[in-house]
């Protein structure tokens, strides 16, 4: 998928946010951009992940289920549904991305893969983008959370436990920490987290060994002035996958 036409407002509202950081309701962090990865998890008996399948296939969300934006939304509804569905479009380090959805506050998205489904593997399985950046060049970054849950059938949820408010332990276990590098236009891969950016889920955290469903809400705890309030999406990758095909 081609990258989108950015919007020049957005990048004005980051701007605004990076001058006056305390005004915009978010905290900074230290961050460390090398930090990519969990544990080998291992894999299931009888499963194994198809790690060349998302170069063969498209790894990112094919629908979006449900979109209840909370208050603060609007950035991004007129690219919507297409501006969470393919590759990230990462601005680096230093910078947030425009290709983006704004949850709002407490604002929550579903979105479901249809071709190739998440699969419990080594290491990260999925990857999820929002557009964090960092201050000045670090190592602080401004950053928006929220919470990730998984599902294989969209009824059964498992949630990651995640802290929002912890801003000296990293937000362990949210989405919207760490920058994001991957972009269709400098080649960088979405699928590999040791160069994607972005924050990795392991779905041996919550006990699951497939998920065709990703869950984001908004944690609460971010800024919630203007139409570009709480978590900002950029898009969600399979790092793990394994083929839908011949799958009702």
Known sequence: MSPRVLSPLRRGALLACLVGLAGCGDEAMPLSPEDTGQEDSGTPDGLVPDAATPDASDPYADEVVQFTPGPGAGFGQDRFPDVVLGPPVGAGLDSGSLDVLSLGKGG????????????????????????????????????????????????LWFEFPCAPSDAAGGYPGCAGVKPVTANPA???????????????????????????????????????????????????????????????
């Open 108 to 155: 929550t998205i579903v979105l479901r893969f249809t071709d190739l489904a998440v699969m419990d593997g080594p290491g990260v399985d999925l990857l999820v983008f929002e557009n964090p950046f960092l201050i000045a060049g670090g190592p602080s970054a401004f950053t928006e959370r929220a919470r990730v849950a998984v599902s294989d059938d969209g009824v």
């Open 186 to 248: 400098n080649g960088v891969s979405a699928t590999d987290p040791a160069v994607a950016g972005g924050d990795g889920f392991d779905l041996a955290t919550v006990g699951l060994t497939r998920a065709r469903y990703v869950r984001i809400v908004d944690a609460g705890t971010n800024g919630s002035s203007g139409t570009s309030a709480g978590f900002d999406l950029d898009g969600v990758a399979v790092v793990n996958g394994v083929s839908l095909s011949g799958t009702p």
